[in-house]
């Protein structure tokens, strides 16, 4: 039936142009943005995988962040460390040099006294961020410092932190408060170091750094210092040597952890990255081609909306015949 009042052709012709151009629409956005997922109303499951996915690798880009910190304060306490043992080094040469009979040990002495100044400069100065692993003058000990060093998400949605954690007790060097916990300023016993220890105590210290530990000789030397004393010396010196190696490699081994995790943290958020991107990303091949498609349709769709338009005029002329 062919009616004036209801033009079914060009309802339908409508109705085909409105999907197309819905269609053309959401094609372009997904172009222009390059996402075929922007909103939760594109596919809400996915939408909320990848923004819960960005969140963590926004956390974890904090995490890089405090294992450059991190990795910075290692290093400086490391770049210390190495050159007190240098230093030590030269100590315990001088007082190897001692041991030569007719040297003048005054004079080795004052060596040794700008040698030990040198070494609380470098204690001092190995800061970074306002915190020292090497040197304290406060009343409590430094303790443990921790590194931020991931960021997680378990199964079951809920998320943690995991640290790396080091025991400053193991490089201390000089305390200022409590000689007992300074390396240079504790006291160490010699006879404990001989093959045959005696069983009775020769306790002696590097650095008197205002609270000289009881019961316990200096390591200073002058022309009355016997060579039974300066062998003990020698040997306290060579033991706080062994201890400061052990203590700088412990920095090694933590600088080349962080450096593990930084390149985990890097490759994990790429990772992400790249899952997210599945999920949400638009492949802008398939979209250019529909696109053509669609735009093709579009063009039809206004054809055929024109033709059926024109079924009332053919009528207007079946009357005017």
């Known amino acids: 039936m062919t009616s004036i009042m209801t033009n079914a052709a060009a309802m339908a012709a409508l109705q085909t142009l409105r999907s197309i151009n819905r269609n053309l629409e959401e094609t372009q956005n997904r172009i222009s943005s390059g996402y075929r997922v922007e909103t939760a109303a594109d596919n809400a499951a996915y939408w909320s995988i990848a923004t819960t996915m ?4 926004t956390a974890l880009s904090t995490v890089q962040d405090a294992l450059g910190l991190g990795a910075a304060k290692v290093d400086t306490a490391y770049a210390a460390m190495d050159t007190v043992i240098d230093l030590m080094s ?5 007082l190897v040099a001692a041991r030569e009979p007719g040297v003048d040990k005054d004079k080795i002495n004052k060596e040794l006294t700008q040698l030990k100044e040198q070494l609380v400069s470098a204690a001092q100065s190995a800061s970074f961020s306002g915190e020292n692993w090497l ?11 921790s590194v931020v060093a991931s960021f997680n998400r378990s199964a ?9 954690d080091y025991d400053t007790s193991t490089s201390i060097l000089v ?12 006291a160490v016993n010699a ?13 002696f210290f590097l650095i008197d750094a205002g609270a000289a530990p009881a019961g316990a000789t200096e390591i200073e030397i002058d022309d009355t210092t016997t060579d039974a004393q300066l062998d003990d010396m020698i040997s306290v010196v060579d033991e706080l040597i062994s201890q400061l190696t052990d203590s700088a490699s412990t920095l090694g081994a933590i600088t080349s952890r962080i450096e593990m995790q930084e390149g985990f943290v890097a490759n994990l958020m790429d990772v992400i990255d790249k899952g997210v991107g599945r999920l949400v990303d638009a492949d802008m091949n398939e979209e250019s081609t529909r696109l053509k498609a669609l735009q093709t349709q ?12 024109t079924t009332s005029e053919n009528i207007l002329r079946l009357f005017q015949e």
């Open 90 to 94: 030269e100590v315990k040469a001088k």
């Open 54 to 57: 960005r969140s963590d690798n």
């Open 175 to 186: 305390d200022v408060v409590d000689p007992a916990r300074g390396m240079l300023t504790k």
């Open 298 to 309: 579009q063009q039809l769709g206004i054809q055929s909306l024109s033709i059926a338009n």
């Open 135 to 145: 040197y304290n003058n406060a009343p409590a000990a430094v303790g443990v410092k």
């Open 191 to 203: 006879d404990v170091l001989q093959p045959t220890p005696t069983g009775v105590p020769r306790n």
């Open 156 to 164: 079951d949605g809920s998320v943690s932190v995991t640290t790396l």
